[in-house]
């Protein structure tokens, strides 16, 4: 298995709760498979299926901190950050939201006073 993903309340890391509208997500790429473009296509793909799945108003992920790389694809797919949280483990998670406008490409304003956001 080179990526996985997962959509729906699956994705839920603990700490986050629903939220209407919005479809959660998670992914990953093996290491050996990284710096392809495949973690690029994927969220793109995560992103469409979220929309089917009934994503009205963000499309959500939760990254561990430590996971450079997994948060600049998200930020380079339009998702913002949101807050931080403590996730499995007490470690700490970012949550990042994807702001949809109705239309299948993202909004492009980023959630206001989010972690990172200046």
């Keep these: 298995m080179l990526a996985f993903a997962v959509v729906g309340p699956e994705a ?3 700490g986050q709760e629903p939220a209407p509208g919005t479809v959660d997500v998670g992914m990953g790429v093996h290491p050996a498979a990284t710096s392809r473009g495949l ?7 995560v992103v469409d299926l979220a929309r089917d799945l009934g994503a009205t108003t ?8 430590f996971n450079e790389r997994s948060l600049a694809l998200c930020r380079s797919a339009g998702f ?6 403590p ?6 998670f970012r949550e990042l939201v994807l702001v949809l406008d109705g239309s299948r490409r993202p909004a492009t304003d980023p959630v206001p006073g989010g972690p990172g956001e200046h």
């Design 12 to 14: 839920w890391v603990r």
């Design 39 to 45: 973690g690029t296509h994927l969220v793109g793909q």
């Design 58 to 65: 963000a499309v959500r992920a939760a990254v561990a901190v």
């Design 80 to 85: 913002r950050p949101v807050r931080d949280f």
């Design 87 to 92: 996730g499995p483990g007490d470690r700490p």
